[in-house]
T-cell receptor
Framework: KNEVEQSPQNLTAQEGEFITINCSYS?????LHWLQQHPGGGIVSLFM???GKKKHGRLIATINIQEKHSSLHITASHPRDSAVYIC??????????FGGGTRVLVKP | KAGVTQTPRYLIKTRGQQVTLSCSPI?????VSWYQQTPGQGLQFLFE???????NKGNFPGRFSGRQFSNSRSEMNVSTLELGDSALYLC??????????FGSGTRLTVV
């Protein structure tokens, strides 16, 4: 079993819909990151969380340390949000472990 | 401030050759980490450097090595290339409680 599990693997939404991506992990962590990867490979770090909730524009990330679970929400989704979203944990030894990613397609 | 710069962007090598990839972190960042991304395995951690010292290493064979210089620039080297080493190699720079900033990656094709 992977240390980091994401769901769903793929998601298609209509423009304007609310999107939720879930991430569960099985080890103690010092931080959790949400990354966005567009076609072509470039990766952008969206959030770094160690507790609670963070918001940036239409993106909201939450984490529940006790339940070892995080969610990434996209409100009022737009075609430019189409990308792969990757949950990443920073556990013991400081190395990052990655989830398999969620491929999001937002249709106009 | 300038982002993370990886060179080259694209590379084609032949099996058995060796390759060196370069990563220049954000100015002031002393931590650089390297990752391999393949369609089959996804993103995997290779190693992390801090102030010229390797702080952590992933589960890759000894053909994969790296180093960091006093100006924080880092290089990774893969010797005796195999077809399976074809991948996107990403580096990220980070400092303290800051998030990670990724470079655009080097796409390596081994033929």
């Amino acid at each position: 079993k992977n240390e980091v599990e994401q769901s769903p693997q793929n998601l298609t939404a209509q423009e304007g819909e609310f999107i939720t991506i879930n991430c569960s992990y099985s080890v103690g962590i010092s931080a959790l990151h949400w990354l966005q990867q567009h076609p072509g490979g470039g990766i952008v770090s969206l959030f770094m969380l160690s507790s609670g909730k963070k918001k940036h524009g239409r993106l909201i990330a939450t984490i529940n340390i006790q339940e070892k679970h995080s969610s990434l929400h996209i409100t009022a989704s737009h075609p430019r949000d189409s990308a792969v979203y990757i949950c990443t944990i920073k556990a013991a030894g400081n190395k990052l472990t990655f989830g398999g990613g969620t491929r999001v397609l937002v249709k106009p | 401030k300038a982002g993370v710069t990886q060179t080259p962007r694209y590379l084609i090598k032949t099996r058995g050759q060796q390759v060196t990839l370069s990563c220049s972190p954000i100015s002031g960042h002393r931590s650089v980490s390297w990752y391999q991304q393949t369609p089959g395995q996804g993103l995997q951690f290779l190693f992390e450097y801090f102030s010229e010292t390797q702080r952590n290493k992933g589960n890759f064979p000894g053909r994969f090595s790296g180093r960091q210089f006093s100006n924080s620039r880092s290089e990774m080297n893969v010797s005796t290339l195999e077809l399976g080493d074809s991948a996107l190699y990403l580096c990220a720079s980070h400092q303290g409680g800051d998030g990670y900033t990724f470079g655009s990656g080097t796409r390596l094709t081994v033929v």
